[in-house]
């Protein structure tokens, strides 16, 4: 929610991405694309959502400049980032570490004032797949669930108790299991018990489901 109201804000100085299996360096930061604006099939160079802002921080180096990654690690980082991954670090923002990129020639460098961010679910099978050379270009936050954040009661059931008693529970049957604990967002749409008994139908019970396929006793 920070991030959205923040690009409703400042919306010429952050941009957000949400990375998949298919995303490629063509989308990210240039390359051929098909335009179909006749009846013949041509192609254009057109420039990708990094490329983009990195030339309008380079060109405004007095604001500062954000890229959100949701779903980092979905996609096929080493292949989306290309040359990048090495422009992006720390000690080569600056023009001396350049890179040629392959559709335009143009020589490329990533400015100091352009910040990354990357979101990713530890829950997430897939977080284990993301490429080494990227995860030691991040610091990393740990954001775990925050029960304070739904401290009303519906019923006389708090909401806070329920969530901290559900993933005490969840913890409780391994360390693997520390990373899927259920989020306080589940529960900030709840406004009586209908929506309490929906949301433990229809999102929670399921996903308890998945990590107790094996035994429906824990699931009890």
Do not use: C
Not at 40 to 68: M, T
Not at 82 to 103: C, F, M, N, Q, W
């Amino acid at each position: 929610n920070f991030i959205r109201n923040v690009g409703i804000i400042f919306g010429q100085f952050i941009r957000t991405v949400t990375f998949h299996p298919s995303y490629s360096y063509e989308e990210f930061v240039e390359g051929i694309r098909p335009n179909l604006d006749s009846d013949q099939i041509s192609y254009k160079l057109e420039h990708g959502i990094f490329k983009e802002i990195s030339d309008d921080a380079r060109d405004d180096p007095d604001n500062k400049y954000v890229l959100v990654i949701d779903e980092i690690n979905r996609g096929k980082t080493e292949k989306i980032f290309g040359e990048l991954i090495t422009l992006i670090e720390a000690d080569k923002r600056s023009e001396v570490h350049k890179a040629t990129l392959p559709y335009t020639r143009e020589s490329f460098w990533v400015p100091e004032n352009l910040f990354i961010i990357g979101t990713m679910n530890t829950a997430d099978r897939s977080i284990a797949q993301i490429d080494t050379a990227l995860r030691r270009r991040f610091a990393f936050e740990e954001l775990m669930p925050m029960p304070e954040l739904v401290s009303n009661e519906i019923d006389g059931i708090s909401l806070q108790k329920l969530l901290e008693e559900l993933n005490n529970r969840i913890r409780g049957e391994g360390i693997a299991l520390r990373d899927k604990q259920i989020g306080h967002s589940y529960f900030m749409k709840v406004k009586n018990l209908s929506d309490l008994r929906i949301t433990f139908a229809v999102e929670i019970v399921p996903l308890l489901q998945d990590y107790f396929y094996s035994g429906y006793k824990k699931l009890a």
